[in-house]
Nanobody, 126 residues
Framework: QLQLVESGGGLVQAGGSLKLSCAASGVTFNARATGWFRQAPGKEREFVGGISWRAGVTNYADSVKGRFTISRDNAKNTVDLQMNSLKPEDTAVYYC???????????????????WGQGTQVTVSS
């Protein structure tokens, strides 16, 4: 079984930065693509970005491209989301998720992710 735990959320002013971390327990985490999603109040959960299992491929939503960076350390079973130039519209609960399949391409649909963390709140004040 694979368990994911997010950390690093909090309150930050617009223009500031936060770094979220996703720590995994489970031997197959480093063989799975990992995605970050977010859900704002009253909105559907959306894909923020993801990283392939080898860390060679990343993909970002247009709304965060150039501001957010995803990295992973397979030796530590962690995936980080560095968020810069934060905007009030980035306010949401952020989730990390691991791909249903191992050694697969990076998916963008949440239906392809099987393992989810509990989420961490990010609030950006104007």
């Amino acid at each position: 079984q694979l368990q994911l735990v997010e950390s690093g959320g909090g309150l930050v002013q617009a223009g500031g930065s936060l770094k979220l971390s996703c720590a995994a327990s489970g031997v197959t985490f480093n063989a799975r693509a990992t995605g970050w999603f977010r859900q704002a109040p009253g909105k559907e959960r959306e894909f923020v970005g993801g990283i392939s299992w080898r860390a060679g491929v990343t993909n970002y939503a247009d709304s965060v491209k150039g501001r957010f960076t995803i990295s992973r350390d397979n030796a530590k079973n962690t995936v980080d989301l560095q968020m810069n130039s934060l905007k009030p519209e980035d306010t949401a609960v952020y989730y990390c998720a691991a791909d249903r399949y191992t050694y697969s391409n990076l998916p963008v649909s949440e239906d392809e992710y099987e393992y989810w963390g509990q989420g961490t709140q990010v609030t950006v004040s104007s």
